[in-house]
């Protein structure tokens, strides 16, 4: 029956070549290897046979001619995916509020001032923010499709980093692809990409502390000194877009104490400060140089009768209960519509199972893993500094519920991301400045104990590897992909709903088909265009100056023969005048004007406010005048002819004064009318 001898010798070698090829050393395939005739061939199995050929797949074989690949490729294309996904969304929307606002400024405002670089806006000092929108203005003016685009761009360089930090802290495993997952893809970083004036704070600022994290690890792993000074460096260009890059400041000490430095707590403290202190000083200088500034020159938003202790409370339920953890398991699943925009509104069943399953990940963490605790430490301080911060500066606008913008905690997603995978995986690797604490298990510690507790635990995260199998981390990425992209679409369902959007789109074609300068009325525009914009910002004048050709506005002291006004849905229209009209006089001419001054009084006297003046006139020569109304006094030019003239008067307004006409003309008129613009319906310019 067997051959070749000992049929026990036979099954020991087919075992051999079996685990030979099931069990690649270091994580690569089984070596192939050509024949002569450039056949495939497998040095346990011989040449391969010509009833059995070698099926080659492009794709997989250049997956796997190199190690790592895989997982790059996968990093990638989770990278392009949320590329793809918000520069969709981001291009179905528009700019919002503080958008215009930084636009009107940028238009108006010299760049080199101090007023335009170097003031705040409602708490956040961002010179390089007001810097980009500067470019974007003089580039691009009112043009949203760039501002997605560059948005989208840095969101990838932004995706890039964190993959990067990860591999740096645990390794090339594909279990790193879970957090990654997360970050990229979770709704918590979604409104601050989508809003520009968000996202030129937090997209920069979460470059800022992925980079300085990464270069802090690569100087523990190093030594070099010069790469701890380029993370203070790279700290301060997050300073320049959002003064919440303090916040990293005492991170990453925090966790090169607890993650990279051995002995006691205090002895801890001491050699953490003795081995790093050229890199602390550099810390130092940048945070506190940056903090005094702050301080002395930043006016900060008033929280109008503060927040008590149970409104800090109601405000950290609402951000973690509503918003922060129903976003890292998939959430919020649901949206409250405010704006173009919304907050989340989970569904209460699943904010409490999200809730339990939180605690159970954390019980399971900290039961099993001696130092799990330490992780779960920095992401308690960290979040609850930034819950503090939210309650005491902006918990008066809307209350408690605040804390279910993910505006105001997106920075939140790198720290959850990052140390919640320090609770659960091993670091890599060796380093030269600093000793690692190998996250081991607890039974492992209880039963060794010196440099045999090393080699055990380094042994042990070897054969943990099988969390790493693809089957497992693929079936939790597709599960909280899916979950994430079912948020994103709702929250998509309320961003695309911007009014301002078709409403602008239509003032610049209108605009632009005009060949020459039209006037328009200097009015606010709909207050629903632009979500209660404040006076002077939601004026025509501050708005419209982006198109061209540019146009002229009616202010005190100018005249137009022909105004426009916009309409609610954007188009330009001829405008009349809504308000109090003239005293009539009989006949056809009614009031006459030649040479003498003439007072036309008005039916009633206005109140003290800007008012627009339209004359409907006949003149029998083109000729020239003056005309008081209220405090206001305009020098105009009348046309020969059947023509309109509008002017503004400012204050209490009872008639309209004509100071007499140049060149011996008259002109006869019965319509004066003293008020407000409104669209007159089917005309254009």
């Known amino acids: ?335 409250f519509g405010v704006g173009a925009g919304g907050i989340a509104d989970p569904p209460d069943a699943a904010v409490l199972i999200v809730g339990l399953c939180t605690c159970a990940v954390i019980w399971v963490s900290i039961s099993f893993r001696h130092r799990a605790v330490f992780a779960w430490l920095i992401i308690a301080g960290y979040a609850l500094v930034n819950v503090a911060l939210l309650a005491a500066t902006r918990a008066s606008l809307l209350g408690p519920i605040i804390g279910a913008e993910y505006r105001y905690s997106t920075d939140l997603a790198l720290i959850l991301v990052m140390f919640a995978s320090m609770a659960f995986l091993p670091i890599y690797g060796s380093f030269k400045d600093a000793e690692p604490q190998l996250l081991m298990a607890r039974r492992a510690r209880s039963t060794t104990s010196g440099a045999d507790r090393r080699s055990i635990i380094t042994r042990t995260s070897i054969a943990r590897t099988q969390i790493d199998d693809s089957r497992l981390v693929g079936l939790v990425l597709c599960l909280l992909g899916a979950s994430f992209l079912y948020s994103t679409v709702g929250y998509d369902q309320l961003w695309h709903n911007n009014p301002g959007k078709a409403y602008f789109a239509n003032i610049q074609r209108d605009i632009e088909r005009t060949r020459t300068p039209i006037t328009i009325a200097n009015e606010a525009v709909p207050q629903s265009k632009l979500l209660f914009m404040l006076y002077p910002r939601n004026l025509t004048s501050r708005l419209f100056n982006a198109y061209s050709p540019r146009p002229k506005y009616l202010n005190p002291g100018a005249s137009t023969p022909a105004l426009y006004v916009p309409d609610d849905s954007g188009h330009l229209r001829l405008s009349r005048i809504l308000g109090f009209t003239n005293q009539r006089r009989p006949g056809i001419c009614g009031w006459r004007v030649d040479a003498d001054p003439v007072s036309i009084p008005l039916e009633r006297t206005t109140l003290d406010w800007l008012w627009t003046i339209r004359v409907d006139y006949i003149a029998t020569a083109d000729s020239t005048t003056t005309m008081t109304a209220g405090k206001t006094t305009t020098p105009v030019h009348l046309r020969a002819g059947l023509n309109s003239i509008y002017v503004m008067g400012n204050g209490r307004i009872a008639s309209v004064d004509f100071w007499g006409l140049s060149g011996g003309a008259s002109l006869c008129t019965n319509d004066v009318t003293v008020g407000t613009p409104a669209p007159i319906a089917n005309t254009h310019p």
């Open 1 to 335: 029956m067997f051959r070749n001898g000992d049929p026990g010798a036979q099954l020991r070698a087919g075992l051999m070549v079996d685990r030979t090829t099931a069990e690649p050393k270091d994580g690569q395939g089984p070596t192939m290897s050509r024949t002569e005739s450039g056949d495939l061939t497998d040095p346990a199995s011989g040449p391969a046979s010509p009833a059995d050929p070698q099926l080659y797949v492009p794709l997989r074989g250049w997956l796997s001619a190199k190690p790592g690949r895989p997982l790059l490729a996968a990093a990638a294309g989770l990278i392009a995916l949320q590329a793809f996904v918000r520069g969709w969304m981001g291009l179905r929307g528009w700019f919002l509020i503080d958008d215009l606002a930084f636009i009107d400024r940028a238009s108006t405002m010299a760049f080199w001032s101090r007023d335009y670089l170097l003031e705040s806006w409602n708490g956040h000092f961002m010179p390089g923010a007001f810097a980009v929108v500067r470019v974007f203005t003089d580039l691009w003016p009112m043009n949203h499709t760039p501002v997605v685009l560059a948005s989208t761009a840095l969101q990838v360089v932004v995706g890039m980093v964190v993959f990067l930090l990860l591999r740096e802290l645990f390794g090339p495993r594909r279990v790193i692809l879970v957090p990654l997952m997360i970050y990229l893809l979770s709704p918590i970083t979604l409104p601050a990409f989508l809003w520009w004036a968000a996202a030129l704070n937090q997209l920069p600022q979460q470059l800022a502390t992925a980079a300085a994290l990464l270069l802090h690890l690569r100087y523990l792993r190093t030594g070099r000194i010069r790469l701890g000074i380029y993370a203070a460096a790279t700290l301060f260009g997050g300073l320049l877009f959002s003064e919440k890059t303090l916040l990293v400041f005492p991170l990453i000490p925090a966790m090169t104490v607890f993650y990279f430095t051995g002995g006691p707590p205090l002895a801890r403290v001491r050699n953490a400060w003795l081995r790093h202190w050229k890199v602390w000083t550099a810390y130092l200088v940048v945070g506190l140089g940056y903090s005094g500034y702050y301080l002395g020159q930043v006016a900060l938003p008033s929280n109008q009768g503060g927040t008590s202790a149970a409104g800090t409370v109601a405000v950290a339920f609402s951000a973690f209960g509503h918003a922060l953890l129903p976003g890292m398991f998939g959430g919020p699943w649901r949206w």
